[in-house]
């Protein structure tokens, strides 16, 4: 196969990924294509996706491999953002001891009994933001509900104060998805500087709080001080993707009305509608980069050592090899075995969590206002640019 990277990213793929993605899985179980000025590999097929996010020879660690990476791989270096290093040394970046090392340190903030006890709180925060909405005329209900409830609870658990959450919700977007390389740079140095800041406030005041424990676990010489501010982004990011879930649960629902009137009949399926939506509208549509040192091979593809691959949730979500129909969304579908949350040792720390604010946050939205509908045409809804993320720029609704 020619190694030239395709474009990918057109206007198209932003508003509806899955014909070219479907196209790409039928003929390339594996295919190049450009992002950030470098050359990446698209996995499309369900079954390749996760065997791969279970091999342990597949690496994280891009910056151990940097030199290797941008000598065979970079196709244009004016596209290339310049992130801190700081912001690369996190679990997520880590492979073996070094990410079980600070997986293990934030493990226990997540463990279901833990998470149980916040959801009446979350709850309430639903009700609340929801009781501020008005009726009757356009909203946008991804800023006005989604973003600030996954805020907060996010905001509460780290541990960051009220009077610094304004700001972080923007540079998490940008960093995910700024169509401009100078927006992607500028978002990770504010997010590096808002890290050191957190650090230096809970040095001096401590409390009950996850960014007190890795300020804590820093002290103890069981993180580094890169390490320290790339963990507290990394949470910083990945709390929020809430927010995505939430903002494609209206939509989907919204533009399933069928559907949408078996689970107001039937709130007892919430859970499984949230699986549904994970799988049907995936928060990903790719996986941030892995790095193969040796060949792999594919069906009809050889991937040479020291590439970059992508995996696409969103593809192989969609694969009709693992779900039957994959293109109707149907909320009582057997879902088990779905990407949304990633697989194997980087599954996603705080899926509980995710799941848990998505069936609340939806769950009281619809609850309360069963015949909210779109205020603009499905097609003209916006969403966000880049390879990765899958999330909506905005959705406006009336509530009723």
Not at 56 to 73: E, I, W
Not at 78 to 96: F, H, N, T, V
Not at 304 to 314: F, K, Q, R, V
Not at 327 to 342: A, C, E, Q, Y
Request: net charge neutral; hydrophobic share 40%; aromatic share 6%.
């Amino acid at each position: 196969m020619n190694n030239e990277p395709v474009k990918l990213l057109n206007r198209s793929f932003m508003s509806d990924p899955y014909p070219m993605l479907a196209s790409l899985r039928r003929d390339h179980a594996a295919i190049p294509v450009e992002n950030g000025g470098f050359r990446m590999w698209v996995i499309t097929r369900y079954d390749d996706a996760r065997a791969l996010l279970s091999d342990p020879t597949l690496q994280r660690d891009l910056v151990k491999h940097r030199h290797s990476v941008v000598r065979q791989n970079l196709v244009d270096i004016e596209r290339r953002p310049k992130l801190p290093r700081e912001l690369r040394r996190s679990m997520l970046d880590q492979d073996g001891a070094d990410h079980r090392r600070m997986r293990g340190i934030v493990a226990k903030f997540f463990t279901p009994s833990r998470l149980a006890t916040k959801r009446p709180r979350l709850e309430r925060l639903a009700d609340e933001l929801l009781d501020n909405l008005p009726v009757g005329v356009p909203i946008d209900i991804v800023d006005r509900y989604a973003r600030p409830l996954s805020t907060i609870v996010l905001s509460e658990m780290l541990g960051v104060p009220e009077d610094s959450r304004a700001e972080f919700p923007a540079w998490e977007t940008a960093i995910l998805t700024a169509p401009s390389k100078p927006e992607v740079e500028d978002a990770g140095r504010q997010l590096k500087a808002f890290a050191g800041e957190l650090i230096a406030l809970k040095r001096e005041q401590p409390r009950d709080d996850l960014l007190t424990e890795l300020v804590g676990a820093a002290s103890s010489g069981l993180l580094d001080d890169p390490e320290l501010i790339s963990m507290i982004t990394l949470l910083l990011i990945a709390g929020l993707e809430p927010t995505s879930a939430i903002g494609s649960g209206v939509l989907v629902l919204l533009r399933h009305p069928s559907e949408l009137t078996r689970l107001l009949s039937n709130p007892e399926l919430m859970t499984s509608c949230v699986e549904e939506i994970l799988r049907f509208e995936t928060p990903f549509r790719m996986l941030t980069p892995r790095y193969v040192d040796h060949p792999l091979k594919l069906e009809g593809v050889t991937i040479p050592a020291g590439e970059l691959l992508l995996i696409s949730t969103g593809s192989a979500n969609r694969d009709a090899d693992q779900f039957a129909d994959p293109d109707k969304f149907d909320i009582t579908r057997h879902t088990k075995g779905h990407l949304g949350f990633s697989h194997g040792i980087h599954r996603c720390l705080g899926a509980e969590l995710g799941r848990m604010e998505t069936v609340v946050g939806l769950g009281r939205l619809f609850a309360r206002f069963p015949e909210t509908a779109l205020s603009t045409p499905p097609e003209d809804v916006r969403w966000r640019p880049g390879m990765f993320m899958r999330r909506l720029d905005s959705l406006p609704v009336v509530l009723a």
